[in-house]
């Protein structure tokens, strides 16, 4: 049997550490509920864009998106989520900010009008003049 005297003479207050752990327990299987614990688990750990690896020491680094912007849209088997670095993240926050604002980027259907003024469309008529001045 294990003697419950630690080197400073105390005894070990069992009932305390058994409380310790419990909560230790309840606190973890609360953090694997969330459903960033949960795609970690489902997903490997690489950025979904840019491809970047993640380990343990930089996991922290690693978010889940959801991909259709609704966070409050979490299924179980992960479909809503991807894995992301934190810059891939935030350019994918970017492009959403622009869509909903009307520009689209990544296709041909571009909302803003395209610039008309050439401020060089007469610069041949103009050269002409001062080669005429000049001669």
């Known amino acids: 049997m294990v003697d419950k005297m630690k080197t400073t003479g105390k005894k070990i207050d069992t009932e305390k550490l058994d409380k310790i752990v419990a909560?230790?327990?309840?606190?973890?299987?609360?953090?694997?509920e969330g459903y960033r614990e949960q795609s970690l688990r489902l997903h490997p750990w690489i950025c979904g864009r840019c491809s970047r690896e993640f380990t343990r020491a930089n996991l922290h680094e690693?978010?889940?998106?959801?991909?259709?912007?609704?966070?409050?849209?979490?299924?179980?088997?992960?479909?809503?989520?991807e894995n992301l670095c934190l810059y891939c993240h935030d350019n994918e926050h970017q492009r959403?900010?622009?869509r909903v604002r009307g520009f689209d980027g990544l296709t041909e259907n571009k909302t803003t009008t395209k610039a008309t003024f050439n401020p060089f469309a007469d610069l041949a008529d103009k050269m002409k003049k001062g080669n005429d001045k000049q001669g």
């Open 62 to 81: 690693l978010t889940v998106h959801h991909k259709d912007h609704d966070h409050s849209n979490n299924p179980s088997d992960g479909s809503n989520w």
């Open 23 to 32: 909560e230790a327990r309840r606190d973890a299987d609360k953090r694997l």
């Open 96 to 98: 959403y900010v622009d």
